[in-house]
């Protein structure tokens, strides 16, 4: 019986090892790709024991390589020569001894660009700044202007001059809330055209210059290798290279006239854009400090319709602020002759006016 069992046991091992060695064949089938289609599936419903948790009797489905490692490493090679030959070329031009594609006119369009952007960029931080010391004062001004009505319910004796006060106070106040509307949509519309527009445009003059190095790396390759080829003509292995980089200059040169074409429309578009956009911003911004600072209300609604701006929700006016123009709120009080409280007259003097 111990006979009989060993040799069941043997066929039981032979069997195991022949179906295990059909599998192993299968997985390599599968790794290099299959023989009929892109993913290779492998019955593991006869085998002996699971693999790492696959439950048996399920296929498993085995990605084939999409690229080949050849292509893979002919890319990784082209991809360093292009990079190894652009360092050099950029070395070369910053110590003087390589030269370099230059476009004057449009070289000249993007130095503007850059310049402008840093102008504009400028006029943003002072027109934020006088945001900020605007909505400050605005502040200051409406708390004045509540101080004043409390104080004319105290303070019957003054009752005229505290109102008139608090009337100012608060239309001031509210002028300036206009104001600060217009001067933030000053400041968005301003920051769009610095920070979106123009950027937009110097990512198009990256890819430019990065078109201009690869053309100057490839072109002074190509010159080298002529340069070697007339002191060896014969050097059959400089040739075919000379024929490959002659195919890659084409190839760098027809991508890099492509990028300057775009590039110079695009900055044609932008500065036309942005004639448009700062003459309009400009008109604004003109407009409204001069409607607020002669107290012209209706000038600054007209600028508020104007410009499509939507105000942020405003508390109701109350019965004491003028809903009509500030000068209606700007009424000279009469001044009389008045003592001062510090001096009492003598010697038959006028007392001095206090204005």
Not at 204 to 219: H, P
Not at 232 to 243: C, D, F, H, T, Y
Request: charged share 25%; net charge negative.
């Amino acid at each position: 019986a111990q006979l009989s069992l060993s040799s069941e046991e043997v066929d039981m091992n032979e069997k195991s090892g022949r179906v295990g060695g059909e599998t192993v064949d299968l997985q390599a089938e599968a790794a290099s790709g299959g023989r009929q289609g892109e993913f290779t599936t492998v019955d593991l419903g006869e085998t002996t024991a699971g693999i790492h948790g696959v439950a048996l009797g399920e296929p498993q489905v085995v990605p084939s390589n999409s690229v080949p490692m050849t292509k893979r490493l002919s890319d990784f090679k082209s991809w360093s020569v292009t990079h190894v030959k652009c360092a050099r070329q950029i070395i070369s031009e910053r110590f003087g001894k390589g030269s370099r594609t230059v476009d004057v006119e449009l070289d000249e369009s993007v130095q503007a660009l850059r310049e402008t952007q840093r102008k504009y960029q400028t006029i943003l931080l002072q027109s934020r700044k006088l945001v900020m010391q605007l909505r400050s004062s605005i502040e200051v001004q409406r708390g004045l202007g509540e101080m004043f009505a409390e104080y004319a319910v105290r303070s019957p004796e003054l009752l005229d001059e505290f109102k008139s006060n608090s009337a100012v106070q608060r239309q001031v106040a509210k002028n300036g809330d206009l104001l600060l509307a217009l001067l933030e949509a000053f400041c968005r519309d301003v920051q769009t055209l610095v920070s979106k527009t123009m950027d937009d445009t110097l990512l198009n003059v990256k890819a430019y210059e990065s078109a201009r190095v690869e053309y100057d790396a490839f072109r002074a390759d190509l010159e080298n290798l002529r340069a070697a080829l007339v002191q060896n003509p014969n050097n059959a292995s400089k040739k075919a290279k000379l024929e490959e980089s002659e195919k890659e200059l084409d190839s760098h040169k027809q991508k890099y006239d492509q990028m300057r074409s775009d590039l110079a429309v695009k900055l044609r578009f932008l500065e036309e854009n942005r004639v448009k956009v700062m003459q309009k911003q400009l008109v604004l911004l003109h407009n409204a400090t001069c409607a607020y600072y002669t107290g012209n209300t209706q000038d600054l609604n007209r600028c508020i319709q104007v410009f499509h701006i939507k105000l942020p929700p405003q508390e109701p006016a109350t019965p004491n602020t003028p809903a009509e123009n500030l000068q209606t709120a700007f009424k000279l009080l009469p001044m009389s002759a008045t003592t001062s409280p510090d001096t009492t007259p003598n010697r038959g003097d006028e007392a001095k006016p206090i204005y």
